[in-house]
């Protein structure tokens, strides 16, 4: 018996063996395994960091491009905005200037026909204040003794004509006194 029981406990030191071989094999796998699956997990992780990264550069190109698409219409759309404006605001000015115009050019003959007849009135009022001056002077020059410009005119008139008769008088006294001088002469000569 102790045959077969060293035989045993040989077997059973074999058996305990093999199976802690395939223990340490089976820990040694599943540790392998582990790392492994660690490993793997951690290249998906990679992986899909560079399909996030692939993806977002795409999305960024696209964001980009419809950014560039949308700016260019909008600039488009703003410069055809501002000449629209630019033209509205011309015609605009156009109308205003017409009105203002037309405004200033009534208001003109308004204002032109009010200083006409203003004037006219003013004209009017300093007439009859020059007759009202003239005559208030012609009697107080009158109650002073000197004489009016018209009664001054009428004098210069008469010297005039009496200055012109004198030289008439003068001229024929000239003409006849040298003819009675002659016959005077005559006279006293053969008497």
Excluded: C
């Amino acid at each position: 018996m102790t045959k077969k029981t060293a035989k045993k406990k040989v077997a059973k030191k074999k058996v305990t063996k093999k199976t802690a071989t395939r223990k340490t094999a089976a820990r040694k796998t599943a540790s392998s395994q582990a790392q492994d699956y660690a490993h793997e997990i951690w290249l998906a992780g990679l992986g899909a960091f560079a399909l996030a990264q692939d993806e977002s550069g795409k999305i960024l190109k696209q964001g980009q491009k419809t950014i560039d698409e949308t700016s260019r219409k909008v600039i488009g759309e703003g410069t055809k905005l501002f000449d629209r404006l630019v033209k509205e605001g011309s015609k605009l000015e156009n109308k205003g200037r017409k009105s203002v115009t037309e405004t200033v050019s009534g208001v003109r003959g308004d204002v032109e026909s009010r200083v006409g007849k203003v004037r006219e009135s003013a004209q009017t009022n300093w007439d009859k204040l020059e007759k009202v001056f003239e005559q208030r002077v012609a009697r107080a020059l009158s109650r002073l003794g000197v004489p009016t410009s018209d009664e001054i005119s009428k004098l210069s008139d008469r010297v005039a004509e009496l200055n012109k008769r004198v030289r008439e008088l003068s001229e024929q006294q000239k003409q006849s006194a040298p003819a009675a001088a002659k016959p005077a002469a005559k006279s006293t000569s053969g008497s």
